[in-house]
């Protein structure tokens, strides 16, 4: 575009300078003031784009910010409520030890009770882990060792943590398989894990 003008500037002139009648000449000028002038608004135009383009681009909106972690020095971990899903009594105590187990070793508490530990009254700032049954199935450990494919054991509890005040902190299903090689109480295992991860998470 600026070589096109200049060119035009160009031609102006030398219309101007060129010898022609009085009439001829006052045209010529006005055709080279003319040209000046769009050449004039046309840079002028250019600086203005070029300024709309360097300008800084508006901020973006700030990022959503995280959701605020919990916080408690001490968790005392109940019992496996059965509820109206039978699980055998294996399972049970399986899934309470294993959780006891992970949850220790995750370290985000730096006091992890059984149930009726009466330290834990000690603890202002104590959160409490409910677990209740809400599905199992019983797999086969033969099928899962045969086929790979089939004889899944699965157990399904419900996880919450509250404070001493009764607010629910933490509402969650966590679900643990074992649905290749291994022995059916692997799935509490399996949920276990889970349960310390959804801790850790939330703490």
């Given at each position: ?137 019983r797999g086969s450990e033969w099928t899962r060792d045969v086929t790979t494919v089939a004889g899944a054991t699965s157990v399904d509890l419900g996880v ?40 850790r998470q939330s703490f």
């Open positions: 575009m600026t070589k096109q003008i200049m060119s035009g500037l160009a031609i102006g002139s030398r219309l101007v300078s060129t010898p022609r009648s009085g009439r001829s000449r006052r045209v010529a000028l006005s055709l080279a003031a003319l040209l000046v002038a769009i050449g004039a608004g046309l840079l002028g135009g250019g600086r203005l784009l070029a300024g709309a383009g360097s300008a800084a681009p508006s901020p973006s909106a700030s990022p959503t910010p995280a959701a605020e972690r919990l916080t408690a020095s001490a968790i005392q971990i109940e019992p496996v409520e059965i509820g109206d899903v039978k699980m055998p009594p294996e399972f049970r105590v399986a899934v309470y030890e294993y959780v006891i187990r992970e949850v220790s070793k995750s370290g985000e508490f730096q006091h992890v009770y059984r149930s009726g530990d009466r330290a834990a009254s000690d603890a202002a700032d104590l959160v409490t882990l409910r677990m209740k049954v809400k599905g199992f199935m919450q943590v509250s404070s001493r005040d009764g607010k629910v902190l933490v509402d969650r299903d966590v679900e643990g398989k074992v649905r290749f090689f291994g022995g059916n109480l692997r799935a509490t295992y399996n949920f276990s894990k889970k349960v310390a991860k959804v801790l």
